[in-house]
């Protein structure tokens, strides 16, 4: 028995299953999976693609349209499904979703986020630092009381074998020393691991998860690593093999599968 689990930023569900997103889901055993940019609303997803490879969606869509929003897809039922982070600015876009799985012997969050981009100028950066304030003490307060595992876009490359160009991204949005200075205080203050990095600490080319629609980027495999497991401790050390699916490409992002010994 045991837990695999899926997350991808799709940039556009629609988009990703006209590239063959679905029927690779159905192809991938997955048992729960965390996505992110479904840019789509209710009335899009509902009867469509709010089941998908025999798992079941639960949802924070944008309020703006084609924009943002995030989703969760189980196999199991949740005993609760938690939407946002109880602030208007970051819950308008849709960025937070947590299934949560209690019982007598265990309380366990799946949660599903995409953190803000900054690389559109300052305003943006502005607005991700704000959620970078908030939801730290958020992940902080859940880790204190449960046990979770996030995942998401965190768009964010956390140390130099994160990305391929390093010395020229030192002053680009994902890799700021105060970017990368949070990513770093948020896992030690919480104590959430790093999965992928737990399982493969010292890789380089193979990590990167998301590539610029510019040049010839994906080809060339000149990538970033975006897109991340973060796992209680307990749940971290249960976690066997990681794997990022490359063979076919239906975002800017890939998926990347984490197999836990462990299941709901």
Same mark, same amino acid.
């Given at each position: 028995?045991? @837990?695999? *689990? $899926?997350?991808?930023? #799709?940039? /556009?569900?629609?988009?990703?299953?006209?590239?063959?997103? &679905?029927?690779?889901?159905?192809?991938?055993?997955?048992?729960?999976?965390?996505?992110?940019?479904?840019?789509?609303?209710?009335?899009?997803?509902?009867?469509?693609?709010?089941?998908?490879?025999?798992?079941?969606?639960?949802?924070?869509?944008?309020?703006?349209?084609?924009?943002?929003?995030?989703?969760?897809?189980?196999?199991?039922?949740?005993?609760?499904?938690?939407?946002?982070?109880?602030?208007?600015?970051?819950?308008?876009?849709?960025?937070?979703?947590?299934?949560?799985?209690?019982?007598?012997?265990?309380?366990?969050?799946?949660?599903?986020?995409?953190?803000?981009?900054?690389?559109?100028?300052?305003?943006?950066?502005?607005?991700?630092?704000?959620? @970078?304030? *908030? $939801?730290?003490?958020? #992940?902080? /307060?859940?880790?204190?009381?449960?046990?979770?595992?996030? &995942?998401?876009?965190?768009?964010?490359?956390?140390?130099?074998?994160?990305?391929?160009?390093?010395?020229?991204?030192?002053?680009?949005?994902?890799?700021?020393?105060?970017?990368?200075?949070?990513?770093?205080?948020?896992?030690?203050?919480?104590?959430?691991?790093?999965?992928?990095?737990?399982?493969?600490?010292?890789?380089?080319?193979?990590?990167?998860?998301?590539?610029?629609?510019?040049?010839?980027?994906?080809?060339?495999?000149?990538?970033?690593?975006?897109?991340?497991?973060?796992?209680?401790?307990?749940?971290?050390?249960?976690?066997?093999?990681?794997?990022?699916?490359?063979?076919?490409?239906?975002?800017?992002?890939?998926?990347?599968?984490?197999?836990?010994?462990?299941?709901?």
């Amino acid at each position: 028995m045991g @837990l695999r *689990l $899926v997350t991808l930023n #799709l940039n /556009g569900i629609r988009s990703a299953a006209d590239k063959g997103f &679905v029927q690779w889901a159905d192809e991938a055993g997955a048992d729960c999976m965390g996505v992110q940019e479904v840019k789509a609303q209710a009335p899009e997803v509902l009867g469509r693609f709010d089941r998908i490879a025999g798992l079941q969606g639960h949802f924070h869509f944008a309020e703006k349209k084609g924009y943002s929003g995030v989703g969760v897809y189980t196999r199991k039922a949740p005993s609760a499904v938690i939407v946002g982070l109880g602030e208007a600015e970051f819950d308008a876009e849709g960025r937070y979703v947590e299934a949560r799985f209690d019982s007598a012997r265990r309380k366990f969050s799946l949660v599903s986020c995409y953190f803000p981009s900054g690389s559109s100028g300052p305003e943006r950066q502005a607005a991700k630092y704000r959620f @970078l304030d *908030l $939801v730290l003490p958020h #992940l902080a /307060g859940l880790a204190a009381t449960r046990e979770f595992i996030l &995942v998401g876009d965190v768009n964010i490359a956390h140390t130099q074998a994160d990305l391929k160009n390093w010395r020229s991204n030192q002053k680009n949005s994902g890799f700021l020393p105060e970017e990368r200075a949070w990513l770093t205080r948020l896992l030690a203050e919480t104590g959430l691991v790093d999965v992928y990095r737990r399982l493969h600490p010292d890789a380089t080319d193979a990590c990167y998860t998301w590539w610029s629609n510019r040049g010839q980027a994906y080809v060339n495999n000149v990538g970033w690593r975006l897109d991340y497991h973060l796992a209680t401790p307990g749940l971290a050390a249960k976690a066997r093999a990681a794997s990022i699916y490359k063979d076919r490409k239906f975002s800017d992002h890939a998926p990347l599968t984490v197999d836990y010994d462990f299941a709901l």
